[in-house]
């Protein structure tokens, strides 16, 4: 005869006498098995971040190549719709843009480097402000650490005026540090927007239907994140650029257009690069103006950035984007301290893409289980269609 706690111990199952020890043991197995995965997971990620490290020089031209191709591919998109020629329609698109982009380099290249030296010092003398105003009631913060980080940072932006004036130009003068790098750049992103609508027909022959359909939905799907995400970006930078240039000129803040181009640019490294300029803006205002100007400069800043969260990026931002911005804060920390500022504006990407792997992972779990419709999931190609059909009727099919 068992009691009621001997009935919580011992459960019987196929016959046969199952105690804690079976489910511990059971739950120990499990457990194991998942940590294994997960370590190779791990260790996978890591030998490929390794060799990314490693074969950089060569891998940063083709990444880049494929993030101009993706924002200038609706474009190009669009005229091959209107009959023009493939070659003809990604060549008028690159050019244009190239040609744009040289444009500005002449307009604003000359101001850049002139204001270059200025922006520095005054940002050094900021940081000296910054730290007679902290040794100064009623703060009274006069320890030796204080004056010794600001003193540091002092030197550096003394000894290297023109690398922290630039500091968020590292990114543009790495691509463009070679004529050869540039090239290399400029025909890959032609021969992906000439040819890359073939890639997945050929992806499809090579790994057969049943994969290729997989494939070809999940790099579709990456390929559009990457276009949206460069798109939003450039709009938004925009969008910062003009405001806070604008407001800068109307306070009179010296090197008001040097400050706007950084703000531009800064604007591809989500949060990083807006605190960063940000910074600068008010350190040059406080040393120019004096601090009413400086907390003038910050409250635009702060203006501009809540009218960026909560009216631009949800307006103009799929859902493909939303990432929490906790995450890409780590992104463009770990993306920085590996691959420097490249790293820090190609994370936010990258791991915009992983969500959206991991994203198509899920609806595939759930048209399995039946909890998902084929025609509820928005696929972007009919190989994706075909693969949600594929995936819950197998999934039916495994439950009858």
């Known amino acids: 005869m068992t009691t009621p706690a001997d009935d919580q111990d011992v459960a019987t199952t196929g016959g046969r006498a199952r105690d804690r020890v079976d489910v511990i043991r059971s739950g120990l197995q499990t457990s194991a098995w998942w ?8 260790v996978v990620v890591v030998a490929v971040v390794w060799l990314l490290g490693r074969a950089w020089v060569g ?10 191709a993706a924002a200038l591919w609706p474009a190009v998109r669009w005229l091959r ?7 003809l329609a990604a060549v008028l698109v690159l050019g244009a843009v190239l040609g744009l982009l040289a444009g500005i380099l002449v307009l604003v290249g000359p101001v850049l480097v002139r204001q270059s030296s200025e922006l520095a010092a005054n940002a050094g003398d900021g940081l000296q402000r910054v730290r007679e105003w902290l040794r100064q009631p009623p703060v009274n913060l006069g320890s030796d650490q204080i004056d010794q ?16 004036a630039g500091g968020v130009l590292t990114g543009v003068s790495a691509i463009t540090s070679g004529l050869v790098t540039v090239l290399l750049v400029v025909v890959l992103a032609l021969l992906f927007l000439k040819d890359g609508p073939k890639f997945l027909p050929w992806l499809r022959h090579a790994t057969g239907a049943r994969v290729g359909n997989h494939l070809s939905e999940v790099l579709a799907r990456a390929f559009a994140t990457v276009s949206d995400f460069i798109r939003v970006q450039a709009i938004v930078s925009a969008a910062d650029a003009v405001l806070i240039g604008l407001g800068l000129v109307l306070l009179g803040v010296p090197v008001a257009p040097a400050l706007a181009v950084l703000t531009f640019l800064g604007g591809f490294v989500p949060i990083v690069g807006a605190v960063a300029v940000g910074s600068l803006a008010v350190l040059v205002a406080l040393v120019s103006e004096g601090l009413t100007t400086a907390l003038l400069v910050l409250a635009l800043i702060l203006v501009v950035q809540q009218l960026e969260g909560n009216v631009l990026q949800p307006l103009l931002q799929g859902q493909s984007l939303k990432l929490h911005p906790a995450l890409v804060l780590i992104a463009v920390t770990t993306g920085g301290s590996l691959f420097g500022i490249a790293g820090a504006f190609l994370a936010v990407p990258v791991v915009a893409v992983a969500a959206t792997i991991l994203r198509y992972g899920d609806e595939q779990i759930a048209l399995r289980l039946d909890q998902t419709r084929p025609e509820e999931v928005d696929t972007v190609t009919t190989e994706g269609e075909a693969a949600a059909q ?4 197998r999934g039916t099919a495994g439950s009858d």
Do not use: G, K, M, Y
Request: glycine share 0%; no cysteine; proline share 4%.
């Open 59 to 68: 891998v940063a031209p083709v990444v880049l190549a494929v993030i101009v």
């Open 35 to 42: 940590s294994l995965r997960i370590a190779a997971v791990a």
């Open 390 to 393: 594929q995936a819950h009727d």
């Open 149 to 164: 980080a600001v003193a540091q940072v002092t030197d550096r932006l003394q000894s290297n005026a023109t690398d922290i």
């Open 81 to 87: 719709a209107h009959r023009v020629p493939d070659l």
